[in-house]
């Protein structure tokens, strides 16, 4: 079973620029779908970003045009690029794999947008 830890989230300024990783303890060569989800107080668990092992990849609307999602194969890290971050993001982050032996979810990393 993998295990992700996620990592580069903190307090920005509206307008600012993060970028979250999420490292897996082996290989995500063969993990089909990896994706970073957003929480907020009081709000459901949401999908922020999707990436497929072929290198297609999703977004939400809020976040279309604003983040970009990655993956390094030979790194065994996913990436979460964050640019015109808005007090909206604001979120704990969660990296989760979906793959034929499970459902991982890291442990979160907060972002917070604030002036």
């Known amino acids: 079973q993998v295990q992700l830890v996620e990592s580069g989230g903190g307090l920005v300024q509206p307008g600012g620029s993060l970028r979250l990783s999420c490292a897996a303890s082996?290989?995500?060569?063969?993990?089909?779908?990896m994706g970073w989800y957003r929480q907020a107080p009081g709000k459901q668990r949401e999908l922020v970003s999707l990436?497929?092992?072929?290198?297609?990849?999703n977004y939400a609307d809020s976040v279309k045009g604003r983040f970009t999602i990655s993956r390094d194969n030979a790194k065994n890290t996913v990436y979460l690029q964050m640019n015109n971050l808005k007090p909206e993001d604001t979120a704990i982050y969660y990296c989760?794999?979906?793959?034929?032996?499970?459902?991982?979810w890291g442990q979160g990393t907060q972002v917070t947008v604030s002036s």
């Open positions: 082996e290989s995500i060569f063969s993990i089909n779908f």
């Open positions: 990436i497929i092992s072929g290198g297609s990849t």
């Open positions: 989760n794999a979906k793959y034929q032996l499970g459902n991982v």
